[in-house]
């Protein structure tokens, strides 16, 4: 069993695994070999203090990756025959993993092919070059996203709202639709173009694509509408400043999650099961904001069933993280009100929208 690790030292938790692994089948006929390109100026150091059990191999160049055709790190098992038997993509086989093949039982999770790296082509639609916008229900039935490079954008499993937000740089929540395009059907859109073009101008094309697809025509507007505000209880900022978050050499200036509880009548799954569109203030259990206080409203927005208007003045970025108690009562908007100074309450306000208009 090879485990492919390029960076060795800054996983030292990794190192404690496979010496554990490595003792636990040392009586059996398995070989567990790691193979490193790190730069032996930190590697040394690092396997003088935590010295590996088992064969360890240096590799600066990949050679040895490559030759099993693996573009990005696993465990490459191979049998007694010298037969390649899988890919592990968890890097470090399992005991559980070690154990079943040493009995000649199936591990499920082992892969075939190599793992490899994704590219922006992988994605490109297989369209002839040219200006029209194909738009066409989704092929794409489990999973979709947003693809593209400078000559193509894919968008797949998208419903209009979420489309034309993605577009226009909003929430869903923002989006006005005449009811019978508001029908949450999901689409593939995409366009292959003759040249190379940023990405405001391929947004442009599609937006205009849209419009003729679907007869309408949307504008940007503002309305009165009913709105969560924020503001700020006696000026105060929240209680701690934006944490960094670095990983792999980058920096992260903005993260976020929402945590939400919605009752839901037995039975119910699939597709009528799947999260909901939009939720009410009530329903927030935990918010987790690296940024801004438009970062915060933002993310909220993107669950809530109206959109978040930010009066707080606030400027600077902040941590953002109030999480509701374990019982059954929700006690969030008391939590974010105690802890971080912020009020939401209902009211309404004129909000910037994108109308869609049918022609």
């Given at each position: 069993m090879l485990a492919f690790y390029p960076d060795t030292?800054?996983?030292?938790?990794?190192?404690?695994?496979?010496?554990?692994?490595?003792?636990?089948?040392?009586?059996?006929?398995?070989?567990l070999v790691w193979i490193t390109g790190e730069n032996e100026k930190s590697l040394l150091p690092f396997l003088r203090k935590h010295p590996l059990k088992g064969w360890v191999f240096h590799d600066p160049d990949g050679a040895t990756g490559r030759s099993y055709g693996m573009e990005m790190p696993a465990a490459v098992i191979v049998g007694m025959d010298g037969k390649i038997l899988g890919f592990d993509h968890m890097m470090l086989p399992s005991a559980e993993t070690v154990a079943a093949l040493l009995e000649g039982r199936t591990?499920?999770?082992?892969?075939?092919?190599?793992?490899?790296?994704?590219?922006?082509?992988?994605?490109?639609?297989?369209?002839?070059?040219?200006?029209?916008?194909h738009i066409s229900p989704t092929k794409h039935e489990n999973s979709g996203g947003n693809y593209g490079g400078m000559d193509y954008s894919s968008f797949q499993r998208y419903d209009l709202k979420d489309m034309l937000a993605e577009l226009y740089g909003t929430t869903a929540i923002r989006i006005l639709l005449p009811s019978a395009l508001d029908d949450g059907k999901r689409y593939d859109f995409e366009i292959?173009?003759?040249?190379?073009?940023?990405?405001?101008?391929?947004?442009?094309?599609?937006?205009?694509?849209?419009?003729?697809?679907?007869?309408?025509?949307?504008?940007?507007?503002?309305?009165?509408?009913?709105?969560?505000?924020?503001?700020s209880s006696g000026g105060k900022p929240p209680s701690a400043p934006a944490r960094s978050r670095r990983g792999g050499g980058f920096s992260f200036s903005s993260s976020s999650s929402?945590?939400?509880?919605?009752?839901?009548?037995a039975g119910i799954s699939g597709e009528e099961g799947r999260s909901p569109k939009a939720v009410g203030i009530g329903d927030i259990r935990s918010i987790d904001v690296d940024g801004s206080m438009d970062d915060f409203c933002r993310t909220l927005e993107r669950m809530l069933d109206r959109p978040v208007v930010n009066e707080t003045g606030l400027g600077g970025a902040f941590a953002f993280h109030v999480e509701s108690g374990q019982s059954l009562q929700n006690d969030f908007l008391e939590r974010l009100r105690d802890e971080l100074h912020l009020v939401v309450v209902p009211a309404q306000r004129r909000t910037p929208v994108v109308v869609g208009t049918t022609l």
């Amino acid at each position: 069993m090879l485990a492919f690790y390029p960076d060795t030292s800054h996983n030292p938790e990794w190192a404690l695994k496979w010496n554990a692994l490595v003792e636990q089948f040392a009586d059996k006929p398995v070989q567990l070999v790691w193979i490193t390109g790190e730069n032996e100026k930190s590697l040394l150091p690092f396997l003088r203090k935590h010295p590996l059990k088992g064969w360890v191999f240096h590799d600066p160049d990949g050679a040895t990756g490559r030759s099993y055709g693996m573009e990005m790190p696993a465990a490459v098992i191979v049998g007694m025959d010298g037969k390649i038997l899988g890919f592990d993509h968890m890097m470090l086989p399992s005991a559980e993993t070690v154990a079943a093949l040493l009995e000649g039982r199936t591990v499920p999770h082992l892969r075939a092919e190599p793992p490899k790296m994704p590219r922006f082509e992988d994605h490109k639609p297989n369209f002839p070059p040219s200006y029209i916008v194909h738009i066409s229900p989704t092929k794409h039935e489990n999973s979709g996203g947003n693809y593209g490079g400078m000559d193509y954008s894919s968008f797949q499993r998208y419903d209009l709202k979420d489309m034309l937000a993605e577009l226009y740089g909003t929430t869903a929540i923002r989006i006005l639709l005449p009811s019978a395009l508001d029908d949450g059907k999901r689409y593939d859109f995409e366009i292959v173009l003759p040249e190379p073009e940023d990405t405001e101008s391929k947004y442009d094309r599609l937006r205009k694509g849209i419009d003729e697809h679907f007869h309408v025509a949307t504008t940007r507007e503002e309305r009165l509408l009913d709105a969560y505000v924020v503001t700020s209880s006696g000026g105060k900022p929240p209680s701690a400043p934006a944490r960094s978050r670095r990983g792999g050499g980058f920096s992260f200036s903005s993260s976020s999650s929402v945590g939400y509880s919605v009752m839901r009548p037995a039975g119910i799954s699939g597709e009528e099961g799947r999260s909901p569109k939009a939720v009410g203030i009530g329903d927030i259990r935990s918010i987790d904001v690296d940024g801004s206080m438009d970062d915060f409203c933002r993310t909220l927005e993107r669950m809530l069933d109206r959109p978040v208007v930010n009066e707080t003045g606030l400027g600077g970025a902040f941590a953002f993280h109030v999480e509701s108690g374990q019982s059954l009562q929700n006690d969030f908007l008391e939590r974010l009100r105690d802890e971080l100074h912020l009020v939401v309450v209902p009211a309404q306000r004129r909000t910037p929208v994108v109308v869609g208009t049918t022609l």
